[in-house]
């Protein structure tokens, strides 16, 4: 990608599961399975495959081993490297008992093998009628609200509006959001528009003058939409290829490319673009199958016209064949054949949406508007599968077609997987600069587990109409190695962050190396507490994907954490709130091995990362409101509160403030409360900060944070 745009390059050591062939031993009994932990491929001919076997009632088969699996590449024999059976359940969310709806985290980690599933929901705005897009926002976020567990990550990609998408998170709230930005994009078919050219001509036809021949006027733009397309669904592809162990699903939804693709060479005429066009069109489309298969990307095609005849265009413009059987022979064929040619347009377009699912082992959702079932096999398909690996024998990167075969040598016995896949070129297979592990971590779609971490990210207003991110990650002190000099235990950590914007463009980026130099003081508790490290950053409002990866170098473990970043517009919003942070009175027992950070210092103690404290602490919030409207002269009511599990309220403080105490028009009331924790039963809580301005139509603003006492 040009300039600072993140590319899609992931890197990381593959798992394997050696078979029985290679260890020469008897396989051991099965057991639970272990979910095969999201890693990165480093080898160009590595081909990975998801295999749904089922039994003759249609049961899901749990107990197979490699030695039952006949796996072939153009008929010759494959040695599985990987046979890992992937039973993923479906979480829900875990509300408090009194609430309908989590509270969203406001701390990230990397602490747990993520254990989900991955999707990709594509919108292909280029081919969705605007009239649609209302029917495509609802089916994606029923997909989101029921079908999605809250171990999945997912990601929404707007084709035709590339800033209207969301990164992959398993944040809900967020993917909505981005479905609610989607408007469909889609021409008039061909053959409405070869129509409204005919009766244009029409009017314009006089003696002498010949207007020629009715014709696609939109075809140029057309084919320029179905390049975009095929090359965008291409590069997602691409960039979800390079992840491993696990099965990754795009859900596209899209009413197909309607374009005759396989017209005869001789032919010229309405939907036949000029065979150079088809040409490029046709090596588009293979190459996007190229990568998806290559890749191991499963395409799920969902089309939202549901069941439809074929012609409903024509009833948009009155040209049913009804509407013309009064106006002589002539105006009748006319009708049949402008009927004829929406139903083979729409015919195109289906084939078009099979082609893709067929190719890549997914699913053709066409014809149907029952979303439930459909919804469901997605799921079904992408919970419990083998994940087969191996090397390819064929290092050529020919870019051709390899067929596969996966057989069941066990009997009665069913197997679906994809059917083959597209070598990469050798252009593709080149070797490139070898690329800073940290940065590695920076471009990829997902968290790396590793070097365990856990980070926050507060905003608060900064410089001048900029708002500043308070940055705290906790590195665990199990994970890093310390090496003895002197009286001190020393490690280094290169640590650094970016911020991408909706279009995938650093906005704001930095590097440093946090110095580890641990007084003895903390070599006892270091295991236990390990260390912190803290930054503070200015960007403009905004939404963004905060991503942060780390190294030690002892022994070069790595790890990254992202975290979905809201910047609201603090310097002009007529009443805003920043952020929480939030300490603790043990939050010294951590060694902090980079600070510089205003608003940090603000607080008793460090800002701390955890969300469980024991009854012998005492918590200190800090947040800031903001109240850019002084006149008239008004209040501002703040109010703290805790309210359990059940509902019951255990901690209130209120507080009043006036206009007047701000010394400009733009200024902020600071509020930090302390929470002693000694009165709080062990179990789960709410912590709520709120504002309300007087003035005018009384704004308000809250946030708030989910914590436990152990």
Same mark, same amino acid.
């Not at 469901?376 to 992408?382: C, G, L, M, P």
């Not at 960007?539 to 070069?556: D, F």
């Given at each position: 990608?040009?300039?600072?745009?993140?590319?899609?390059?992931?890197?990381?050591?593959?798992?394997?599961?050696?078979?029985?062939?290679?260890?020469?031993?008897?396989?051991?009994?099965?057991?639970?399975?272990?979910?095969?932990?999201?890693?990165?491929?480093?080898?160009?001919?590595?081909?990975?495959?998801?295999?749904?076997?089922?039994?003759?009632?249609?049961?899901?088969?749990?107990?197979?081993?490699?030695?039952?699996?006949?796996?072939?590449?153009?008929?010759?024999?494959?040695?599985?490297?990987?046979?890992?059976?992937?039973?993923?359940?479906?979480?829900?969310?875990?509300?408090?008992?009194?609430?309908?709806?989590?509270?969203?985290?406001?701390?990230?980690?990397?602490?747990?093998?993520?254990?989900?599933?991955?999707?990709?929901?594509?919108?292909?705005?280029? =081919?969705?009628?605007?009239?649609?897009?209302?029917?495509?926002?609802?089916?994606?976020?029923?997909?989101?609200?029921?079908?999605?567990?809250?171990?999945?990550?997912?990601?929404?990609?707007?084709?035709?509006?590339?800033?209207?998408?969301?990164?992959?998170?398993?944040?809900?709230?967020?993917?909505?959001?981005?479905?609610?930005?989607?408007?469909?994009?889609?021409?008039?078919?061909?053959?409405?528009?070869?129509?409204?050219?005919?009766?244009?001509?029409?009017?314009?036809?006089?003696?002498?003058?010949?207007?020629?021949?009715?014709? +696609?006027?939109?075809?140029?733009?057309?084919?320029?939409?179905?390049?975009?397309?095929?090359?965008?669904?291409?590069?997602?592809?691409?960039?979800?290829?390079?992840?491993?162990?696990?099965?990754?699903?795009?859900?596209?939804?899209?009413?197909?490319?309607?374009? +005759?693709?396989?017209?005869?060479?001789?032919?010229?005429?309405?939907?036949?673009?000029?065979?150079?066009?088809?040409?490029?069109?046709?090596?588009?489309?293979?190459?996007?199958?190229?990568?998806?298969?290559?890749?191991?990307?499963?395409?799920?095609?969902?089309?939202?016209?549901?069941?439809?005849?074929?012609?409903?265009?024509?009833?948009?413009?009155?040209?049913?064949?009804?509407?013309?059987?009064? /106006?002589?022979?002539?105006?009748?064929?006319?009708?049949?054949?402008?009927?004829?040619?929406?139903?083979?347009?729409?015919?195109?377009?289906?084939?078009?949406?099979?082609?893709?699912?067929?190719?890549?082992?997914?699913?053709?959702?066409?014809?149907?508007?029952?979303?439930?079932?459909?919804?469901?096999?997605?799921?079904?398909?992408?919970?419990?599968?083998?994940?087969?690996?191996? =090397? /390819?024998?064929?290092?050529?990167? +020919?870019?051709?077609?390899?067929?596969?075969?996966?057989?069941?040598?066990?009997?009665?016995?069913?197997?679906?997987?994809?059917?083959?896949?597209?070598?990469?070129?050798?252009?593709?297979?080149? /070797?490139?600069?070898?690329?800073?592990?940290?940065?590695?971590?920076?471009?990829?779609?997902?968290?790396?587990?590793?070097?365990?971490?856990?980070?926050?990210? /507060?905003?608060?207003?900064?410089?001048?109409?900029?708002?500043?991110?308070?940055?705290?990650?906790?590195?665990?002190?199990?994970?890093?190695?310390?090496?003895?000099?002197?009286?001190?235990?020393?490690?280094?950590?290169?640590?650094?962050?970016?911020?991408?914007?909706?279009?995938?463009?650093?906005?704001?980026?930095?590097?440093?190396?946090?110095?580890?130099?641990?007084?003895?003081?903390?070599?006892?508790?270091?295991?236990?507490?390990?260390?912190?490290?803290? =930054?503070?950053?200015?960007?403009?409002?905004?939404?963004?994907?905060?991503?942060?990866?780390?190294?030690?170098?002892?022994?070069?473990?790595?790890?990254?954490?992202?975290?979905?970043?809201?910047?609201?517009?603090?310097?002009? &919003?007529?009443?805003?709130?920043?952020?929480?942070? &939030?300490?603790?009175?043990?939050?010294?027992?951590?060694?902090?091995?980079?600070?510089?950070?205003?608003?940090?210092?603000?607080?008793?103690?460090?800002?701390?990362?955890?969300?469980?404290?024991?009854?012998?602490?005492?918590?200190?919030?800090?947040?800031?409101?903001?109240?850019?409207?002084?006149?008239?002269? =008004?209040?501002?009511?703040?109010?703290?509160?805790?309210?359990?599990?059940?509902?019951?309220?255990?901690?209130?403080?209120?507080?009043?403030?006036?206009?007047?105490?701000?010394?400009?028009?733009?200024?902020?009331?600071?509020?930090?409360?302390?929470?002693?924790?000694?009165?709080?039963?062990?179990?789960?809580?709410? &912590?709520?900060?709120?504002?309300?301005?007087?003035?005018?139509?009384?704004?308000?603003?809250?946030?708030?944070?989910?914590?436990?006492?152990?």
């Amino acid at each position: 990608m040009p300039g600072a745009r993140i590319a899609a390059l992931f890197v990381v050591a593959l798992v394997c599961v050696p078979s029985a062939q290679q260890t020469g031993q008897a396989p051991p009994p099965p057991a639970t399975p272990q979910q095969p932990p999201l890693t990165f491929r480093t080898t160009a001919n590595y081909v990975e495959i998801d295999a749904i076997v089922t039994d003759q009632s249609g049961a899901i088969v749990r107990d197979l081993k490699p030695t039952d699996f006949d796996v072939t590449e153009d008929g010759k024999p494959q040695l599985l490297t990987v046979c890992s059976f992937v039973d993923i359940p479906v979480e829900r969310p875990d509300p408090l008992l009194v609430r309908d709806r989590i509270v969203e985290p406001d701390v990230v980690t990397n602490d747990k093998e993520f254990d989900g599933r991955v999707f990709m929901i594509v919108l292909d705005g280029y =081919h969705i009628s605007s009239l649609l897009s209302s029917l495509v926002r609802d089916q994606a976020v029923k997909f989101i609200d029921r079908y999605m567990g809250e171990n999945d990550i997912a990601t929404v990609v707007q084709i035709g509006s590339p800033a209207a998408g969301q990164e992959f998170t398993g944040n809900k709230r967020l993917l909505k959001q981005a479905l609610g930005r989607f408007t469909g994009q889609s021409l008039r078919s061909i053959s409405a528009t070869v129509n409204a050219d005919a009766l244009t001509k029409g009017d314009e036809r006089a003696p002498g003058f010949e207007p020629g021949a009715p014709r +696609d006027t939109d075809a140029p733009v057309r084919e320029f939409m179905a390049r975009q397309s095929l090359d965008s669904l291409k590069r997602l592809s691409e960039y979800m290829g390079q992840l491993g162990g696990r099965r990754k699903a795009m859900l596209l939804f899209s009413e197909g490319i309607s374009i +005759d693709m396989m017209p005869p060479v001789q032919l010229i005429g309405p939907g036949a673009p000029p065979p150079n066009q088809v040409n490029e069109l046709r090596l588009a489309q293979r190459a996007m199958v190229g990568a998806a298969t290559r890749s191991n990307v499963s395409i799920y095609t969902i089309d939202p016209r549901g069941l439809r005849s074929g012609f409903e265009d024509s009833t948009r413009i009155g040209m049913t064949p009804s509407a013309v059987e009064g /106006s002589g022979t002539s105006g009748a064929a006319a009708g049949a054949q402008f009927v004829g040619g929406l139903q083979d347009e729409f015919r195109r377009s289906q084939d078009s949406l099979r082609e893709y699912a067929d190719s890549t082992g997914g699913l053709a959702i066409v014809d149907q508007n029952d979303m439930d079932a459909a919804f469901d096999r997605i799921v079904k398909d992408n919970s419990s599968y083998y994940l087969l690996g191996y =090397h /390819s024998p064929d290092p050529s990167h +020919d870019g051709k077609f390899h067929r596969l075969s996966v057989k069941m040598k066990r009997p009665g016995l069913e197997v679906r997987t994809r059917n083959g896949y597209f070598a990469p070129s050798v252009k593709s297979a080149e /070797s490139k600069t070898p690329v800073d592990p940290v940065v590695r971590m920076l471009q990829s779609p997902a968290a790396v587990r590793g070097l365990g971490m856990r980070a926050s990210a /507060s905003v608060l207003k900064g410089l001048m109409n900029k708002s500043t991110v308070h940055l705290t990650v906790e590195f665990s002190g199990q994970d890093l190695p310390l090496k003895p000099e002197g009286r001190v235990l020393k490690n280094d950590v290169t640590v650094e962050y970016v911020a991408l914007d909706v279009k995938g463009e650093i906005q704001a980026n930095g590097r440093e190396v946090a110095d580890i130099r641990l007084a003895q003081k903390y070599h006892a508790t270091f295991p236990q507490n390990g260390v912190r490290y803290m =930054h503070e950053f200015e960007i403009a409002p905004g939404r963004y994907q905060l991503r942060i990866a780390a190294r030690e170098s002892l022994s070069g473990k790595t790890g990254s954490v992202f975290v979905d970043l809201d910047v609201p517009d603090l310097a002009t &919003l007529p009443f805003a709130m920043g952020d929480i942070v &939030l300490t603790s009175t043990t939050a010294e027992a951590t060694a902090t091995g980079k600070s510089t950070p205003a608003f940090g210092r603000l607080l008793p103690t460090p800002p701390v990362t955890t969300r469980v404290f024991s009854k012998d602490e005492t918590l200190t919030a800090l947040t800031a409101f903001y109240d850019n409207v002084l006149e008239p002269k =008004h209040r501002v009511d703040l109010k703290a509160t805790v309210q359990s599990d059940v509902g019951a309220q255990v901690f209130l403080r209120e507080e009043t403030r006036e206009s007047t105490e701000l010394a400009s028009a733009k200024g902020g009331y600071r509020w930090q409360i302390s929470l002693p924790l000694a009165s709080f039963a062990p179990g789960r809580y709410v &912590l709520v900060l709120e504002g309300r301005s007087w003035l005018g139509d009384q704004r308000t603003a809250k946030k708030e944070i989910e914590f436990r006492v152990r």
